[in-house]
DNA sequence: CGGCGAAGTTACAGCGCTGTAGAAGAGGTG
DNA sequence: CACCTCTTCTACAGCGCTGTAACTTCGCCG
């Protein structure tokens, strides 16, 4: 049997289906007695309103892509979860879209073949370049997040993360490190946000006077925890000697513990180390980590903000907006 | 400026609308010079077909909603990441919903008051019993996950969690542990899950020949990290022993690894810790964890096939169905 | 007591697309 | 060459809803 529709409602209730779309609403300039006589009317076809009919109608569809390389990964985890609480807190549902990190899911988001679907896109990009993304069509606001240069045409919000990695080597630094390493960055050419982060810590070391040593940079073959533990083994191993390590991130980092552990090596007595996106896991690792804590609340109330006001018919150029970090001083990397 | 529909294409390709709504789907009977003539004015227009406006034409919307108590937890995520792909490989996006774990989310979900935006519903309830979800409205297909019991009427999709703690419990047995207690069912009357899982730690007692001694079940306050290594840390300063800890899930033995280490017992000499779920981390955690992995791909895909069938008309009795699991042995409890 | 504005309600034309039925054209057969 | 069958294409009516404009009441003022 089909569904009941506006119009048998109407029917049944002697009225427009105007009216009752203006009950079903909430809107005002109804009297009382019709609101009742056709509430009565819903409750016993047992209404309800169709999403798509009302979408087609309004040009609007109350869905936002948010695409991110994998949910796996307990920051993106955290990010999905900030950026779902934050629309539905503004009426808007959430379509996840996992790109994997790779180029044509990335273009596939911004350049879906399909229109109408989503109102807005949230988008953390990892691959694509510049240009490429300044030069996607204007059908539908985006807004991009993370540590990658954004055009000036587009929505930006990212965390200073050179700043962060500033600090996070000088507190190692004041700490007393002198030989400070920094693992994680991708063996095949760092990505934006390791590009910053390797920025900001020999900025730190500069700073408190330590000289970069090439050496203690250790690349990884991927972002994981896996390839973390073993490239730290491997340097250790070849007789590579630190006192400190800045991990790239919180699963860098939790690699670093497995792997030191495994040497029978002190955290943070003979090493020191430090993550960056406090995971979760990372405040009940052994020992507890040391982490740089973007706001992630700013970050995803900040795209909606954005995303809100394009939706709402701002053209203005792109936005470019920096939200706030802290350092999480935890067992690994205490202060000094 | 207004964007192109199909309407304009065929207006300057000359031909009905029907033909280009064919040449855009590709159907057949259509002839090559009429494909290449159409083609040639969808991309002079640029144009991109709109979704909303199929979808109401075709009843389906190629969406379905995944609702998860909260992404951030890293099973979740887990699951979350597999149902995406399962979708995207048959042509679904995934809406994700959270529920906080709360009866209301989860009430809104199945009885959302928009009819038409999902053609599907994947749900992991937490709170709702099995009267309420029968009573649900048969408006949209839906699939249950977890270990909550299931109505008769709908799909349900679960790993056989009594035989797996069975399993563990024997595994820890076998290892010749003696005194081994539970971890981790909530304080305040144990979720389905906990249930279940309690259940199969008993029977593994009982298969092994071993009592079982209510003080060894240690509940939590919630179910986190920071909860389950608070109370064994207390269950231990209270005088508590044992020689193992089957743990609710991974989160909860990862809890139990720091309340260990901070006292001074090793993993697994001197007690043999074990999780249940196998998330990423749980093969880095220092020792790394024997856990339950449940086969999230067959959870997934299985998921997929029974909504595209029911969404494809199938009106059946629910389907209960178990996805397999296994134990993966890792150092927190080795082989005997 | 006619006239006027506001409140409440209705009719109708879309929003952009697809399914259906059938027209037009191409090709084959007796 | 009339007739029939395919194939290709078109016209049109929705899918379920909302925005707009217009219409009807009604209370109230001069």
Not at 53 to 66: H, I
Request: contains cysteine; glycine residues 8%.
């Amino acid at each position: 049997m089909p569904r009941t529709r506006l119009q048998d409602v109407a029917k049944h209730a002697g009225v427009s289906m105007k009216t009752v779309s203006n009950v079903v609403h909430a809107h005002p300039h109804v009297s009382e007695s019709m609101r009742e006589r056709v509430q009565l009317a819903i409750d016993e076809l047992g209404y309800r309103p169709n999403a798509i009919g009302r979408r087609l109608a309004t040009g609007r569809t109350g869905l936002l892509a948010l695409a991110l390389p994998d949910v796996r990964i307990p920051y993106f985890a955290e990010l999905a979860n900030a950026v779902s609480l934050a629309a539905s807190s503004r009426g808007y549902r959430v379509l996840l879209e996992q790109t994997g990190g790779s180029l044509e899911e990335e273009r596939a988001i911004v350049s879906s073949s399909e229109a109408g679907l989503v109102d807005g896109v949230i988008l953390q990009p990892s691959m694509m370049s510049v240009m490429e993304l300044a030069q996607h069509r204007e059908d539908v606001p985006v807004v991009l997040l993370g540590e990658g240069a954004a055009p000036l045409t587009m929505d930006h919000l990212s965390v200073d993360n050179i700043a962060a990695a500033t600090r996070i080597t000088s507190h190692l630094a004041q700490s007393g490190r002198r030989r400070i390493a920094f693992l994680g960055h991708e063996a095949g050419g760092p990505s934006a946000t390791s590009r910053q982060r390797l920025l900001g810590y020999q900025q730190g070391l500069e700073e408190s006077g330590s000289a970069l040593d090439t050496a203690l940079l250790i690349p990884t073959a991927s972002v994981s925890v896996r390839a973390a533990a073993d490239a730290l083994a491997a340097a250790l191993d070849e007789g590579l000697r630190m006192d400190a390590v800045v991990c790239r991130d919180d699963l860098a980092a939790i690699g670093a513990l497995r792997a030191l552990h495994e040497r029978g090596l002190g955290v943070p007595d003979d090493i020191a180390v430090t993550g960056w996106d406090d995971i979760a896991m990372s405040a009940f690792t052994s020992p507890s980590l040391t982490t740089v804590a973007a706001d992630m609340d700013a970050l995803a109330e900040g795209a909606l903000d954005m995303l809100t006001e394009r939706i709402g018919g701002y053209e203005g150029l792109g936005r470019h907006r920096r939200v706030g970090f802290e350092l999480r001083i935890r067992e690994s990397a205490p202060r000094a």
